[in-house]
């Protein structure tokens, strides 16, 4: 059973208009909360993360929304540009401090056109 | 964070073989883990590499199948024994630190097995 889930496989966005892709988790012991951007035969870059104790993370372009009690967070990407055009990984830790081990969504393609 | 380089970045193997995959950081790390991907799948974690003993496995993976190694603080391996077709993912070795719940990745190594 999949503990944190990205339902759109695919998004596709105007650029300059806003992105917004979202992630669906199960346990409630989850504290961080992160996006990892990855591109084709590149391996997953870090992007932005949220602690449980915040609702919001900004970031640039880049911001993270956490609503504890739906279980759900958000990466809205403000204006979007072709080079955001990449595969999104929402990943959550178990605890505090996880040092890396991670677990993640299946991703959501976007697709920014010009 | 650090600079992480695995190698081969891509590989074809026959079924029944092992593969070795080398990960080198540029700098010592607390933490280094192994994640897989299968096609169209979220990463999973693999193992965390401990250095100097035994991996600890995730559910799902064995010391038999995929043996590691971590002599130092700054390079691991991962083998993939035995191969089958089914073992055809992206293999990434990433970082984290203590302290810190982010994970930082190598480029993946892309294997077929056929």
């Known amino acids: 059973d999949q503990q944190v889930k990205q339902n759109s496989p695919s998004l596709s966005v105007q650029e300059g208009r806003i992105s917004i892709l979202n992630c669906d988790y199960t346990?409630?012991?989850?504290?961080?909360f992160l996006w990892y951007k990855k591109y084709p035969a590149e391996g997953p870059t870090f992007l932005i993360s949220?602690?449980?104790?915040?609702d919001k993370n900004e970031d640039g372009r880049f911001t993270v929304f956490l609503n504890k009690s739906a279980k759900h967070l958000s990466l809205h990407i403000v204006p979007s540009q072709p080079g955001d055009s990449a595969v999104y990984f929402c990943a959550a830790s178990g605890y505090g401090g996880s040092q890396g081990n991670l677990i993640f969504g299946k991703g959501t393609k976007l697709s920014v056109k010009p | 964070s650090a600079v992480i380089s695995q190698k081969p970045s891509r590989d074809i193997c026959q079924r029944g073989t092992s593969l070795t995959i080398q990960c080198q950081v540029d700098s010592q790390v607390t933490m280094m883990f192994w994640y897989r991907q299968q096609p169209g799948q979220s990463l999973t974690l693999i193992a965390t590499?401990?250095?100097?003993?035994?991996?600890?496995?995730e559910s799902g993976f064995v010391i038999d199948k995929f043996p590691i190694s971590r002599p130092n603080l700054t390079f691991s391996t991962l083998t993939v024994s035995n191969m089958s077709p089914e073992d055809s993912s992206i293999y990434l070795c990433?970082?984290?630190?203590?302290?810190?719940?982010?994970?930082?990745f190598g480029q993946g190594t892309r294997l077929t097995v056929v």
């Open positions: 949220i602690s449980s104790i915040k």
């Open positions: 346990n409630s012991m989850f504290d961080y």
């Open positions: 590499a401990n250095q100097g003993s035994e991996a600890t496995y």
């Open positions: 990433s970082v984290g630190y203590r302290g810190g719940a982010e994970a930082f």
